[in-house]
Structures are given as C-alpha cells and as structure tokens.
C-alpha cells in the first residue's frame, strides 16, 4: 500500500508564504513525476508546478516567479514553496506522484488527500 500525506496550508494575508509538503509510504519501487495541482471552487483542477526527475522543473505561467517545487528522493517527499501569495492562489492543493510499488510492474497515479490554501487579501 502507498500512502501520500499532505501538510503546510492555512490562512495567510496577501503577499505572504507557505510551504507545502507531499510525503510518500509505503512499498515502493521507484518514483517518476511528483506534481502539484490546485482547484479552486468552481474551476477545474490545474496543474500548478512539476519536478518530473532531477532537477528538471516546470510551473504554470501564473506562478512562475513565485513558486518554487523541488524534491528529496531519499524522504520521497516534494515541496511547494509559495511566495508572494495573491489572493488568486487559494484554492485546495493537491500534490500527485507517479511511482512503481513493490508487487506491480506498472507505474500507477497517486493523490494527496489536498491541502486548503487560502490567501487573504
């Protein structure tokens, strides 16, 4: 079984930061992509930065500058470090790691139960 576990959201005013965090349990294998998502009421769940492998790194155009993901294999843990927070960024933040676990072969899709993040302005 593969547990992810989600922590770091809560209230900040306008032009504050937040640290989010994705840790990973369980019998595992190999992690590929681990990703941050966000879906505010109303709208579709976005994709909001990437670290697929390495130091490789990609971020939605409205968080480029402000959001910094990164990632420690050996905790197998991603980070979200938000900066400069608009009111704009609140939404609920769910992070989604790809990995391959101890008795399948296939590389299967796993969710946090998602964090709320709300800015205030």
């Known amino acids: 079984q593969v547990q992810l576990v989600e922590s770091g959201g809560g209230l900040v005013q306008a032009g504050g930061s937040l640290r989010l965090s994705c840790a990973a349990s369980?019998?595992?294998?190999?992690?590929?992509?681990m990703d941050w998502y966000r879906q505010a009421p109303g709208k579709q769940r976005e994709l909001v930065a990437a670290?697929?492998?390495?130091?490789?790194?990609n971020y939605a155009d409205a968080v480029k500058g402000r959001f910094t993901v990164s990632r420690d294999n050996a905790k197998n843990t991603v980070y979200l470090q938000m900066n400069s927070l608009k009111p704009e960024d609140t939404a609920v933040y769910y992070c989604n790691i790809n990995l391959i676990s101890l008795g399948d072969a296939r590389l299967n899709s796993y969710w946090g139960q998602g964090t709320q993040v709300t800015v205030s302005s």
């Open positions: 670290v697929p492998s390495g130091d490789r790194t």
């Open positions: 369980g019998s595992i294998i190999r992690i590929n992509s």
